[in-house]
């Protein structure tokens, strides 16, 4: 049953990393028994650079695929399928190794498995664009690694240019090049949102590479001390910025929903949201149904809980 904002319902809604795409629930499951087959069959099938981003990421995310990826590898040894999963994979379980702690307070043995996974990754990457040069899926899980191996910013720019070269406005590149762009890695405030900005500004209308300033707000947001994000997403320059962000992606009549899309209608609530622009939340709640993100409501405490709690509050104000 659809979401309806009349519907009166109170059932909590619960993060779905397949973002209600049945396609992607099958990847997730062939990924999870070890079924390569299945798996590689449907991934060579998928030809468009974003949609294939978004269905990699979800085998990024399935747990277990160490444990059999070198079996199709060796039953593969002419494709670069099977290593384009293995370092994508890796990247995500790199990261997992390191936890969500700080960097002082991670381990040293955290940050050896952390270091010893991602250039395992790397390497896997660096043979599929060695030998597919073209593979922007590749280039684009280059620049997520980019900020773990600490890589130098021409470096950086280097693998996303690669990449959007290939495929100009390649949407999971551009978020993990403002992710490396951050303050809080290797850029400032002032570089991200340059960036942020020109992207969008440059996006076709319709795409969802608008909202890269969506998420640059969220950023910064994430980046203020206790006390001085409350008023953040309420001021009259951000709201304005977010609003024109809906209006150039999710609003506008060119906009298709294509897998993963409920990423964004996720950011746009949650910004709206919290900067009680409860007409234009609401809005993005009754467009995204139950199909709750885990990013951006983890900063909240339990994903689940914040986007319902503040679901809550949009449908009654907006």
Known sequence: MPFSLFSGRTRKPVVDPCMGDLAAARLREAMAKGDWRSAGSFLGAVTDPDDRAFYLDVCSETTGVQE????????EPGSTLALLVKGAHGVRWAWEARGSATADHTSAQRFREFHRRLKTAEDCLDEVVERDPDEVVAWS???????????????AWRRFGEATRRHPAHLRTHLQM?????????????????????????????????LAVVSAHIEQWLSLDAGEDGDY?????????????????????????RPGWPAGHNALAFAFALGGDHTAAKEQFAAVGDLVTDWPWCYLGDESTAFAEMRKVSLKYG
């Not at 009259?236 to 929903?257: I, W």
Request: glycine residues 6%; charged residues 25%.
């Open 68 to 75: 059999w990826i070198g079996e199709w590898i060796a039953a």
């Open 178 to 210: 403002l992710q490396y762009l951050c303050a809080k890695w290797f850029g400032s405030e002032e570089e991200m949102f340059a960036f942020a900005r020109k992207a969008a500004a440059a996006a076709p209308p319709g795409s969802p590479l608008a």
């Open 141 to 155: 899980f280059l620049v997520t690694s980019a900020r773990g191996r600490q890589v130098a910013p021409e470096e």
């Open 233 to 257: 997403f309420d001021r009259p320059d951000v709201r304005g910025e977010l609003r024109t962000a809906a209006d150039r992606s999710v609003r506008h009549p060119a906009f298709r929903r």
